[in-house]
């Protein structure tokens, strides 16, 4: 059996499984979870049934010794495994990544020289792979990165409007995020449409507690609604999307606010958080089921949002043949979805409003009616297995 370990480390937890990049059937996935923590947790799932074990992981060192433990004891035994590659989720490949590579010295060096323009997430993604380069000396370690699907994006997209010195000596550009969502899916709408993706203007809309949207024309993308940060664009589940850069400055002034304050309540307390007290988009929905006039107003903030940014990829690109909806709003959400595809209408967009109460989580589907002048779908994303196959495309190259 061949097959790419996929691995997406986070500062105190690693997500992994083990699957086939040709067929996509996964193996077994698992969680290792509170690093660094008292109490830690383990979660192997295999066949269908979950393994637990709680105990505390020092480090992710530790973290992988029970991973490549939870394979021996639980399966499948990792020595009976062609194991193609460990492909790795890193956050941010800067301007350096526009591809994945395999990982070297000189690799895990630009990973760290990037850490300032992702303080949360690089080092979590450096830890990983270097205890997972431990685990598995033998088999070639290949970082993918969210990043790198943008790098495509023409530099009137990506450049911020900001002094040159900020532009240059600090890197300050919009890179986006999400690339390996956006990317799988862009390219599995095409293959559902049965039309070549050279052909094909695409707004993926990728609507989980982070959320981005991406432009994406014959397969590039073009635009997205990510920046220099993952706080740019979408209103998500703690973070607020776009505001107005004179902000920080109002809030010092009035507030005496410090940056680091300020920072902290954009990425973890704004959002449908701030607008609600609740970050989880099902809760917010119940409440306005409710009547709750907060909930209401997020749910009309958060679609007036995607409408501003599909609208504005449609200009971009000239016209839309589709727009895709994914990740756990998008794939979940009949009435977001609704909400954002009858206000298009201007556009011959037409909902197929049986199909879209009908859609289910995890099942592919069309969403417009056949006279649609715009494909619209639910794609459910698969971001391990879009690591998984880039990663075994390097080793194969
Ligand atoms: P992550 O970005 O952490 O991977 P997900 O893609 O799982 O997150 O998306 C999480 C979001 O999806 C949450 O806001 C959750 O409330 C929302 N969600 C999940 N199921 C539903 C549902 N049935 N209806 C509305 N929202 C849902």
Request: net charge negative; glycine share 10%; charged share 20%.
């Amino acid at each position: 059996m061949r097959a790419v370990l996929v691995i997406n480390a986070g500062s105190s937890s690693v997500k992994y499984q083990l699957l086939d990049p040709v067929t996509g059937q996964s193996h077994a996935r698992g969680l290792i979870e509170r690093i660094g923590l008292p109490t830690g947790a383990v979660h192997h799932t295999v066949d269908g049934v979950r393994h637990e074990q709680q105990l505390p992981v020092p480090d992710h060192e530790a973290a992988m010794h029970l991973l490549t433990r939870a394979f021996t004891q639980h399966g499948p035994d990792l020595s009976q495994v062609d194991l193609a590659a460990v492909g790795h989720r890193v956050v941010h490949g800067g301007a350096d990544f526009a591809d994945p590579v395999e990982v070297t010295p000189a690799v895990l060096a630009t990973i760290e020289r990037l850490v300032p323009l992702a303080p949360l997430h690089n080092p979590g993604n450096l830890d990983g792979i270097t205890a997972a380069r431990e685990a598995f000396p033998d088999v070639p370690q290949v970082a993918v990165f969210d990043t790198a699907f943008h790098q495509t994006m023409p530099e009137a997209a990506a450049t911020y409007a900001v002094p040159k010195v900020w532009r240059e000596q600090h890197r300050v550009r919009r890179y986006g995020f999400h690339g390996t969502s956006h990317a799988y899916v862009s390219r599995r709408v095409a293959e559902l449409l049965g039309r070549p993706l050279e052909e094909l203007r695409t707004v993926v809309l990728h609507l989980g507690n982070g959320a981005s949207a991406t432009a994406v024309e014959a397969g590039r993308s073009v635009d997205t609604s990510m920046g220099l940060t993952p706080l740019e664009g979408l209103v998500m589940g703690t973070r607020a999307g776009d505001l107005d850069p004179g902000l920080a400055g109002h809030l010092a002034r009035v507030a005496s606010m410090s940056m680091d304050d300020y920072d902290q309540a954009l990425s973890k307390e704004s959002g449908l958080l701030g607008l609600t007290g609740s970050a989880d988009m099902r809760e917010v929905m119940a409440r306005r089921d409710e009547g709750d006039p907060d909930a209401e107003l997020a749910f009309q903030v958060v679609v007036h949002r995607l409408l501003r940014y599909v609208g504005g990829f449609t200009a971009v690109l000239g016209g839309l043949d589709a727009l895709v909806f994914t990740a756990g709003i998008g794939e979940n959400d009949p009435r977001v979805r609704a909400a954002v595809v009858d206000r298009l209408a201007f556009l011959g967009v037409e909902l197929d409003h049986a199909a879209n109460e009908a859609a289910v989580r995890g099942v592919e589907g069309r969403i417009s009616t056949p006279g649609s002048h715009v494909e619209v779908w639910v794609v459910p994303t698969n971001e391990e297995l879009e690591i998984a196959r880039q990663a075994a495309a390097v080793v194969e190259a």
